[in-house]
């Protein structure tokens, strides 16, 4: 891989989640969104069942080699070696695809944010991309500032974190901003379970709700303890256990995976 697209530019598609027991959580939506990508760069057309069938074994050969423990999988789709830039198109046969895994160290912290201003306009496409330079150098940034991680804000709305959605609580009532990069699996989840309000979430306004968590497939959901200057004392412990373990029995259920 050392020497393909993929190392050079960033060129790869991935999805990623947490497996436990030769399950992947929400496995069936992750292999949707990783075909769909496919579909979307690769291929400019649907992928045939047979080609779907290769990615999904590929998975599924992977997770029954993983142990009990809580792991953090990715699968990842990428181009073999070529010589020119960008060819004029592609076959499912001029990709690889690659699996990994690592033992899941969660935190039960809860995180703090700083807000800078997103790299990335309302047209970024949904779909979970190798090149996460310009996130991860956000995160650096606010990891310099004595944070935990960025909060991306477009005209003073705010957006997402760097690798998570984020939603915000004020009187046991959940809402969320109306834009965001990527409509996360999870976030989809809760917004399916629970009674979510999608709204437009400036800047101003962090300091009137009484709290707020993250989400992505591997954290699951995770507390915020500050945003900027802002401070949420009520880490509303009892709320995000509920909707934790909501997705957890839905995510490994037969039906899902």
């Known amino acids: 891989m050392e020497s393909s697209p993929a190392f050079l530019y960033g060129e790869s598609l991935f999805t990623s989640s947490i497996a436990r027991c030769g399950k992947m959580l929400f ?12 579909e979307d760069y690769y291929l400019d057309h649907s992928l045939n069942d047979e080609q779907k069938q290769v990615i999904q074994s590929k998975l599924d050969d992977f997770l029954e080699e993983l142990g009990e423990s809580d792991y953090r999988v990715r699968i990842t789709a990428y181009s073999k070696n070529r010589e020119n830039l960008l060819p004029e198109s592609f076959d499912f046969q001029d990709l690889e695809l690659m699996c990994e895994a690592t033992k899941l160290i969660s935190s039960p912290n809860a995180v703090s944010l700083k807000t800078f201003p997103s790299p990335f306009s ?18 650096k940034m606010a990891i310099r500032k004595g944070v935990n991680d960025a909060l991306l804000v477009t005209g003073e709305k705010i957006v997402e974190a760097s690798t998570s959605n984020i939603f915000f609580i004020k009187n046991e009532n959940i809402f969320t901003p109306t834009k965001c990069l990527l409509n996360g699996i999870i976030k989809q989840n809760i917004e399916q379970e629970f009674p979510v309000q999608c709204t437009d979430i400036s800047l101003e306004e962090l300091g009137s709700f009484d709290g707020a968590f993250l989400t992505n497939s591997c954290n699951i959901v995770q507390a915020i303890g500050s945003i900027n200057e802002v401070k949420y004392n009520n880490l509303h412990h009892e709320l995000l256990g509920k909707i934790k373990k909501n997705l957890l029995e839905r995510g490994f259920s037969e039906e899902e995976n």
């Open 122 to 139: 309302e047209h970024y496409p949904n779909m979970k991309m190798g090149s996460y330079m310009p996130l991860l150098r956000l995160r």
């Open 27 to 38: 496995k069936r939506a992750h292999l949707q969104r990783l075909y769909d990508a496919i």
